[in-house]
């Protein structure tokens, strides 16, 4: 039976997107999102879950630091899911001094705590879960996590439906190592990392070669190249899969222009938003444009 590691302990938001992807896996939890990244890469896991992108606070960056370095891995699906955080106390707790929670959790929740909880210190611990572990052994004095937890972490529950922001959502992968591709579905996410080079109009001109192709970008991040001031890798999130004639013509253009490009996966979108296609740049347009210039190779057409 296949294995996948995810960003646990037990009871985090990604076990959830886990359980959503892994289609009968067993599943297990490690401590890091890094942890999870290196099972898979020693062959201890088939796979491994991990967050990658929250609409209120950003990437997740230990999971774009962790993709761009070391042995590839390529995402082969995502899970979306609404994040709404209950907050968890022990019994014995009167006065709530510090809520720890993962940073991304701590940030989606701010106001809140500066209404609700104002005389608690907050406090980052490596993920909700793992802050709802360290209420139970009397480390901290509240939780922010998931709905979840609380079947896992037997705990008061303070409060229900916590979120800033309504409609907060966090979007999932499911990594492999690079292997065969799910099938191009019409509502699909390729995902790359470029080291674009240090001159002037470089990012520019990667960006160029997708919209002349009319292709959508869902998302753009910078991560430094650490060791090295200064310098950064930039993560492409298009709409469109590289089984389509398109896709890679695109690719092979970013990889024309820039030989430190590495591809992420591409994999349907789970909101199932359909890829714009503009007038002139679909699969058929860029097939028949082949064709044409083969023809004309051949003497047949001028
Ligand atoms: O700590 C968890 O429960 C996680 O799964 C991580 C994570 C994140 O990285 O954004 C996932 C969803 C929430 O946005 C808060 C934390």
Same mark, same amino acid.
């Given at each position: 039976m296949a294995r996948i590691a995810f960003f +646990?302990? !037990? &009871?985090?938001f990604t076990e959830q997107a886990a359980r959503s992807l892994a289609g009968g896996a067993e599943l297990f939890p490690v401590e890091t999102i890094s942890a999870a990244l290196t099972v898979v890469r020693k062959g201890e896991a088939d796979g491994a879950c991990v967050p990658v992108e929250?609409? =209120? !606070? &950003? %990437? $997740?960056t230990a999971t774009l630091d962790g993709l761009a370095e070391d042995a590839p891995l390529v995402a082969v699906a995502e899970a979306l899911l609404p994040v709404q955080f209950s907050v968890l106390s022990r019994?014995? $707790? !009167? #006065? $709530?001094r510090t809520v720890a929670s993962h940073p991304h959790a701590l940030a989606q929740v701010r106001l809140w705590l500066e209404r609700n909880l104002p005389e608690a210190r907050p406090v980052v611990a490596s993920s909700t879960a793992a802050a709802a572990v360290g209420v139970q052994r009397g480390e901290y004095d509240a939780a922010v996590a998931a709905p979840v937890a609380v079947e896992h972490y037997p705990l008061r529950v303070l409060?229900?439906? =916590?979120?800033? =922001? %309504?409609?907060a959502r966090t979007r999932f992968l499911l990594l492999r190592p690079p292997g065969p591709l799910p099938e191009p579905t019409g509502a699909d996410r390729t995902s790359i990392v470029v080291a674009a080079?240090?001159? #002037? +109009?470089s990012l520019a001109e990667l960006l160029t070669e997708l919209a002349m192709r009319g292709i959508n970008l869902t998302r753009l991040d910078a991560r430094p190249i650490k060791g090295d001031f200064g310098m950064y890798r930039f993560f492409f999130d298009f709409e469109g899969?590289?089984?389509e004639p398109r896709i890679a013509d695109a690719l092979a253009a970013l990889r024309r222009r820039c030989n430190n490009v590495r591809f992420l996966g591409s994999h349907p979108r789970a909101d199932g938003v359909e890829a714009t296609v503009q007038a002139g740049a679909g699969n058929d347009d860029f097939v028949n444009a082949d064709a044409w210039v083969e023809s004309v190779r051949k003497g047949e057409l001028a």
């Open positions: +646990g302990p !037990e &009871g985090t929250n609409s =209120v !606070e &950003g %990437p $997740v019994d014995d $707790v !009167e #006065t $709530v409060a229900t439906g =916590v979120a800033d =922001v %309504p409609d080079a240090n001159r #002037t +109009g899969h590289v089984a």
